[in-house]
């Protein structure tokens, strides 16, 4: 596709319940991130794809978040047993390679809310 | 630790005026700065960036000047328009990891 496109939107979900979240990269784009944005903060860094294994996950906040790109493209956040705390915009960004040398295309995100 | 902090949190100006965002940065070695804009609702859009190397660079109305000495850098915003009204971000590139600043608020009234 021609951007980063994220799904769904917005999400509104139960404590204690499961959500997945979708971000589908540009076309061709090897390096995948997800980010958690918070009122009034910057994004904070969960995870880095590079092709279909995840090149560095120190950033998930705990085990209950966990993060899929099974072939190489297309890439689900999921968090099990959602917590109050995890209410928060997901970015997802894309790109043809990961480093200084790269330019990197984010998506408008999904605004989880947890009620 | 790499941290990235911006200055002011906030700002309100008169459309047609001028303004310039603050960034000090910790991170050692870094490769490049970046300047993003977050329109509410959205992705951060890059702007400018520079190289260690790179003391200016300048994208339409938007200048970003950078000291490495200093770890210092400034977003000039000339000549503002109602439509800048966004969050500006600072990103510095630490090998493959993007660090972000909290970003600056600004709102450009009429």
């Known amino acids: 596709g021609a951007g980063v496109s994220q799904t769904p939107s917005n999400k509104v979900t139960e404590k204690g319940k499961y959500v997945e979240l979708r971000c589908d990269p540009i076309s061709g784009h090897t390096a995948l991130y997800w980010y958690r944005q918070s009122l009034g903060q910057g994004p904070e860094f969960l995870i880095y794809?590079?092709?279909?294994?995840?090149?560095?996950d120190s950033g998930l906040p705990n085990d209950r978040f966990f993060a899929v790109r099974p072939e190489g493209s297309v890439s689900t956040l999921k968090i099990q047993r959602t917590e109050r705390g995890d209410s928060a915009v997901y970015l997802c960004?894309?790109?043809?390679?990961?480093?200084?040398?790269?330019?990197?295309?984010f998506g408008s995100g999904t605004r989880l809310t947890v009620v | 630790k790499n941290q990235v902090e911006q200055s002011p949190q906030s700002l309100i100006i008169l459309e047609g005026k001028n303004c310039t965002l603050q960034c000090n940065y910790t991170v050692s070695p870094f490769s490049n700065l970046r300047w993003y804009k977050q329109d509410t609702g959205r992705g951060p859009v890059s702007l400018t960036i520079?190289?260690?190397?790179?003391n200016t660079k300048s994208n339409g109305r938007y200048t970003a000047t950078l000291d490495a000495d200093t770890k210092q850098s400034s977003l000039h915003i000339t000549a503002s328009q109602l439509s800048d009204s966004a969050s500006y971000i600072c990103?510095?590139?630490?090998?493959?990891?993007?660090?972000f600043g909290k970003g600056t608020t600004l709102s450009v009234s009429s």
């Open positions: 990103v510095v590139i630490f090998g493959t990891a993007l660090i």
């Open positions: 794809f590079q092709g279909t294994g995840a090149a560095d």
């Open positions: 520079m190289t260690f190397s790179e």
């Open positions: 960004a894309s790109s043809l390679g990961a480093g200084p040398n790269y330019g990197y295309t």
